[in-house]
């Protein structure tokens, strides 16, 4: 029995994820992928994404039904059950045997075919379970515990002794729909070119450049295909445009490229240099980021062959990305509770290195998408601690510039403050949660 295309490329990409911890947000948007019809990238996009919001969900379920230990299963046995078990549970289109006949089928692709008796059985058991309405996923006491449910314990335990229960529940809530898809954009006729090929779009809530999308499918169009726009969460683009005006801006972690990008266009008769640590991102940021007034350098922030300072500096820091789970669910899984110290410590050294980079009165950007106080305000205190020779802005006075520009779309900017921070957090706000400040050189 043929399996559907949408399947086999679901199956593949969640395989790749935890054999090689790719992100799916690549892998759905690979060029191999390219071939797919738009429904078969509609559901394989739904089925890799469901699978990982709801994955100790799934596993808890599928464990009930299982009569060998769970950690003995092959990853493809596992993927498999896992991909049938959110078909039946949360995808009420999808007639239950489709979703067993599927994830049998897919288990004989893989060559294991010695267990699509043991799949087959599992899924059918379960496909006399309990349904979860879309009344049940969206509110109510039920939906609460299946969120809470869908993220590590201890991630859920950190977040409520930080930010209290009823943000936690908003955070959790958050991460388990999919995100807006949100573009930076101010040309009328790019806006009239997406129109025309069915793709319209609404204003941003955050930002007046910011737009997404009310329908259609902005990867599939000619200006994403040639890198005419890319897509970037409303608080990331907020955090380029803190970095403000110079002469010569520093973009230390630059790839992908899409602050890069901002810094670029609001600096246009300025050098903007991007440097990232990894040669290949750096090879794909030259072609994300094609701008004039960008030179990229493929090196580590914490020995840069740069002899010149520089009067605006942004870091966008490796770090946890807990902010952006509902985009990478996948850091979920992956994140352990010993990373964050790691992280830490990284951080620390880097934004160190980044502030010997500043001139004389020149300012410096550090942010992170993580919500971990440890790899945020934790990290600024050390460091400020160690270089007495900046000063923390308010980000308020930031923001009022922004707003007098043009540029802030939002009347409540309390709302984005946390102290002397921006602080954006998942279910509070309808975007990314990042966290982003603002340093001065005396």
Known sequence: MPVSPARVAAFEILLRIDQADSYASELLHAQRLAKLSREDHGLSTELVMGVLRWRSVLDQRISEYLTQPFAK???EVLTALRLGAYQMLFLDRIPNHAAVDGSVELIKRARKRSAAGMVNAVLRRLSNDFHFSQQQREGGHPAEQLQLAAHPQWLVERWAEVYGA?????????DQLAPKTTIRINDCELVEELRREGVTLKPGSLLTSASSADRGYITRTKAFRERRLIIQDEASQLVALLVGKGDSLLDCCAAPGGKT???AEQNPKSSVTAVELHPHRAALLKKLVPLENVRVISGDVRRL????????????APCSGTGTLAR??????RLKLEDIPRLQAYQLEILLSAMNQVAAR????????????EENSDVIEKALSANSSFRVVDCRDELLRLKREGELAT???DRLLSGPYLRTIPGVHSYDGFFAAVL???
Do not use: H, Q
């Not at 009823?166 to 958050?174: P, R």
């Not at 020149?362 to 106080?373: D, K, N, Q, W």
């Open 362 to 373: 020149g300012r410096l950007v550090y942010s992170t998408c993580s919500l971990e106080p």
């Open 73 to 75: 299963l092959d990853l």
């Open 261 to 263: 990008r901002i810094l």
């Open 166 to 174: 009823e943000v936690t529940e908003k955070i959790c809530a958050y």
């Open 411 to 413: 009347e409540d900017m």
């Open 305 to 316: 062959p740069l002899a010149m300072k520089f009067d605006r500096v942004l870091l966008d």
């Open 440 to 442: 001065e050189r005396n």
């Open 328 to 333: 990478n669910p996948e850091i979920k899984w």
